[in-house]
């Protein structure tokens, strides 16, 4: 397979996985904003994989999509500790705050955030992994795509 392919095949699996994230939230699963934060890098390594389709520099597109790929995976695998518990997550969806400085009027209210998605809780899994875990995964395998695309174009 020639290095643009799997540059291609690379941010093809980058797209998939981000689909796949607007799916599930289609059904209902509502992200966390470390679900959100892993979007990100999915969104450049797909950028990267139109510019190497369009011919543009290779190899700084080719790396570019390497390190969007093992960016989303570590704040996958951060996400997959939150979840399990192995540290704390960010104070604005881990439950990590405190009560201090409200009044029982605060402590009672029904209004605020009701809509916080919690980044300790696992809202889906298969197989024993969540999510967050499925795409530390599978975004591994696709740094390990656009790091033989990398080496195979080094080699021409």
Do not use: K
């Amino acid at each position: 397979m020639t290095p643009q392919r799997l540059a291609v095949l690379a941010a093809t699996g980058s797209l998939a996985l981000l689909v796949g994230a607007f799916v599930f939230q289609g059904l209902g699963y509502a992200p966390c904003e470390l679900c959100l934060w892993q979007r990100w890098p999915h969104g450049v390594a797909v950028a990267a994989g139109g510019l190497v389709l369009a011919g543009a520099g290779f190899a700084l597109w080719a790396l570019a999509g390497a390190l969007a790929a093992l960016a989303t995976a570590g704040i996958g695998l951060y996400h997959t500790g939150v979840e399990r518990g192995f540290w704390e997550g960010p104070q604005a969806c881990s439950g990590g705050g405190t009560l201090s400085g409200l009044s029982g009027a605060d402590l009672l209210s029904t209004e605020g955030a009701s809509d916080v998605v919690r980044c300790d809780e696992v809202a889906w899994a298969f197989a024993g992994l969540s999510m967050a875990s499925w795409n530390a995964v599978i975004s591994l395998g696709l740094a390990g795509l656009w790091i033989a695309a990398l080496v195979r174009a080094g080699r021409t």
